[in-house]
């Protein structure tokens, strides 16, 4: 539909935190002051707003942390000085030219953020990839979204969510795995609760180590073990498969692979799936008969599932229950991964992750390759894929790589065995840190910081987790010289003497990437600003001669984008623990967010009002394991990994599974001291395709801390 005119002074706009995708109103007022709403007529909110976007106006309005203008400093042991953005970015085009010819383009990288407007992405990956010759460029959704994206192309064909937000309403059960959605994905979960209240038949079942504030609806709590969800799933499956509760005609039609799931399922009893995941049986019979008697499901998922070392069999094992019942592509069906970041799914469009190409295109098809290589005319593009998020700072650190950009995110605070990260930014030659704010911890080990615009301060367009393309129109100017990412980029390239970066205007790169997607299965030569501002937010596909909103739903007629067009139901041993308990470290930390703030606080840690929710990291432990090890509530606990130490205070709470502990993951250093960062403590396993990290399973010890 289209939308009401708004006064003067008025803007739309979307949230720039979670992959939910709320549409936003920012008002600013003659004197410059903002203030923000939720849009009324955007169909993902409907108006309403979780406490973190109610707030984002804070985080504009307050410029106190803000970088104004480009720093340098020519060596290692001298502070930054300012320099205009000529020398900022001469010199930094002079040093990659130079590190190019010594050691080649793979010993540059760019290491960029799920929080990037496409038209941001889209530059910085034709820069590496098109020009520069190397596809070293990842991004921080390595760490949030890849599993779940590798197991939709191994599964569907294609990385493609195939349902939208309006299932919620129309579904019978709603399965959510490895998710706390009503503290990470709020209004997403408004919706859910909604649903529930009007339709008390509706059922919800949640997975989960925790009793989170999600099971507050649950009709059932899974309350398993940290990585056994692969058993879980299993188990649910043997069930519906011996109950009779599968689809045999779409199993028959539309998919391949089921005889041998069925056999590997069937190898473990239900007892046995129980005993291993920690729950009772009657919990896994009762979750099995409410999706087996379901006319209609939904499965969500987030990080409890992705972060892992077999995150994406964890997503297999889960797309697998839409696929044996056919619940998929039919209103109220499908498998839905939650997007933790506002425009993760964006950053796939362009292709800017190390193993992608714009479109979906693939790296190791020379078809592909040529297809991009004659489009953007650069340079010839590389068949090796790129270092991803992990492998750059392993890179950094052993020497291989000399030079890295990172722009608009906070490695050292979300990397997995951040000292590690810490150490790797210390030995880089060159470090180039793009951003808005003076908080990042990576800015002590910047040798360029390139000031940024903000959300407001720029126009573009972000796509959320439904394939939801929403455009963000600019409301005020950035503060002192910091420019928009995507014209810091551009302006870069240009240095560096390439061609094909002189855009007037962010419309023009969203027209050159629409352009790219045309014939490929997420076509949108349909859509452009002009569009974009009339509809405020479309789904793709969207060729060109769609009209309306776009595509709600995909594999309606159950032809997927596999080659034989079935969907495949793999198969994988269930033997699925990331890494194995050590009598040394005999309890399992898993980490996550908390409800008030956002990744590593840069944005969220500035407003007030969102500390008061839980202004200090705890972790969570449970009374009994507590007592075992003489800790009290609020005593300072010392958690040691064979990675790291953390001190933090310690929380006794019955909600977290015995035999694990919970930190958040928001905090890094406080001032100096870097004791509060969980990921001092995290593992740097990744899954072996998806090569996302295992942020969800390291085994570590507790004890009570006693200065001096
Ligand atoms: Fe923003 Fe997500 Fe909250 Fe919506 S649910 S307001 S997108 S943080």
């Known amino acids: 539909h289209q939308h009401n ?68 400093r020519y060596n290692k042991h001298l502070p930054r000085h300012r320099v205009s953005w000529d020398q900022a970015l001469d010199r930094t085009a002079a040093v990659f030219k130079q590190m190019i010819a010594q050691y080649g383009p793979d010993s540059v990288a760019f290491y960029a953020s799920g929080q990037c407007l496409t038209e941001e992405y889209y530059v910085v990956n034709k820069l590496i990839k098109g020009f520069i010759g190397s596809n070293n460029i990842d991004t921080n959704s390595r760490l949030c979204m890849s599993s779940a994206v590798a197991a939709y192309k191994m599964s569907l064909g294609e990385d493609s969510v195939p349902g939208n937000y309006d299932d919620i309403e129309q579904t019978d059960c709603i399965f959510v795995a490895g998710a706390n959605p009503a503290w990470c994905h709020p209004i997403l979960w408004r919706r859910i609760e909604a649903a529930k209240a009007k339709n008390p038949a509706l059922k919800i079942i949640v997975s989960d180590p925790r009793v989170t504030q999600s099971c507050a609806i649950a009709d059932v709590h899974l309350q398993l073990m940290p990585g056994t969800d692969i058993v879980l799933h299993h188990a649910i499956g043997r069930i519906l498969i011996e109950t009779g509760r599968t689809d045999q005609h779409f199993l028959q039609e539309h998919t391949e692979g089921f005889a041998k799931y069925r056999d590997t399922v069937m190898q473990r009893s239900i007892s046995s799936a129980a005993a291993i995941c920690g729950i009772e049986e009657e919990k896994i019979y009762s979750a099995a008969t409410m999706l087996g008697n379901a ?39 499908g498998p839905f991964s939650l997007t933790g970041q506002p425009n993760a799914m ?16 693939v790296l190791d098809n020379p078809a592909h390759r040529k297809e991009v ?26 020497g291989r ?25 210390q030995k880089a030659k060159f470090v180039v840190v793009q951003e808005i704010s003076s908080r990042p911890e990576t800015l002590r ?34 503060p002192g010289e910091a420019l928009p990412d995507a014209e810091i980029i551009c302006r870069f390239a240009r240095k560096m003497g390439f061609h094909g970066f002189d855009f007037e205007q962010p419309a023009d790169i969203y027209a050159e990437h629409t352009q790219l997607t045309a014939g490929t299965n997420i076509d949108i030569t349909g859509v452009n600003y002009k569009i974009l501002k009339e509809r405020r937010s479309l789904q793709w596909p969207y060729p060109v001669g769609t009209t309306g909103p776009g595509t709600p739903r995909l ?24 890494v194995r308990p050590d009598p040394a470290f005999s309890l399992i930390l898993t980490t996550g967010r908390i409800r008030d703030q956002w990744h590593t606080m840069t944005k969220t840690g500035k407003v007030s009002k969102l500390k008061q929710h839980i202004p200090a990291p705890l972790l969570e432990i449970h009374p009994e394991d507590a007592e075992q090890r003489q800790i009290r509530d609020s005593d300072i606990v010392e958690v040691s990994s064979a ?66």
Request: net charge positive; proline share 4%; glycine share 8%.
């Open 445 to 478: 080990y910047a040798d360029v910081v390139l000031p940024a615009a903000a959300w407001t301060e720029k126009e573009g367009t972000m796509t959320n987790a439904e394939r939801r393309i929403t455009y963000l129109q600019k409301v005020n100017d950035a």
């Open 401 to 425: 790589l000399k030079a890295i950009w990172i722009m608009c995110t906070n490695p050292l605070v979300s990397l997995p065995d951040a000292r590690m990260a810490e150490a790797a930014l």
């Open 555 to 578: 594999f309606t007629d159950h032809k997927f984008y596999t080659s034989s067009t079935k969907a495949i139901i793999h198969t994988f041993s269930d033997d699925n623990r990331s």
């Open 295 to 333: 006319g209609t499901f939904m499965t969500m998922w987030t990080m409890g599932l992705n972060q892992s070392s077999v995150g994406v069999n964890k997503n297999l094992s889960l797309i697998n229950l839409n696929l044996i019942t056919g619940k998929i592509g039919k209103p109220g069906c």
């Open 373 to 398: 290589e004659n489009f953007w005319g650069g340079t010839a593009l590389s068949d090796k894929p790129g270092l991803t998020a992990t492998e750059m700072f392993e890179a950094l650190n052993d």
């Open 643 to 708: 990675n790291g130490v953390v001190r933090v205070k310690a929380r006794l709470t019955t909600s977290i599974k015995k035999g694990v502990v919970f930190l958040p993951m928001h905090w890094g250093r406080i001032l100096d001291n870097d004791l509060s960062r969980a990921n001092n403590l995290t593992n740097r396993l990744v899954d072996k395709i998806s090569k996302q990290p295992d942020l969800k399973y390291t085994t570590v010890q507790v004890q009570s801390y006693k200065k001096g």
């Open 5 to 72: 005119k708004l006064p003067a002074g008025s803007y739309r706009s979307t949230c720039c935190y979670c992959g939910v995708g709320c549409g936003i109103i920012v008002n600013r007022d003659r004197q410059g002051k903002i203030s923000v709403e939720g849009d009324k007529d955007h169909p993902v909110n409907k108006g309403m707003l979780c406490s973190k976007g109610m707030n984002l106006h804070y985080t504009v309005m307050d410029t106190s942390d803000r970088l104004y203008y480009p720093e340098m």
């Open 346 to 361: 964006g950053g796939r469009e362009v292709g800017g992750l190390s193993n992608m190409l714009p479109a979906h295109r």
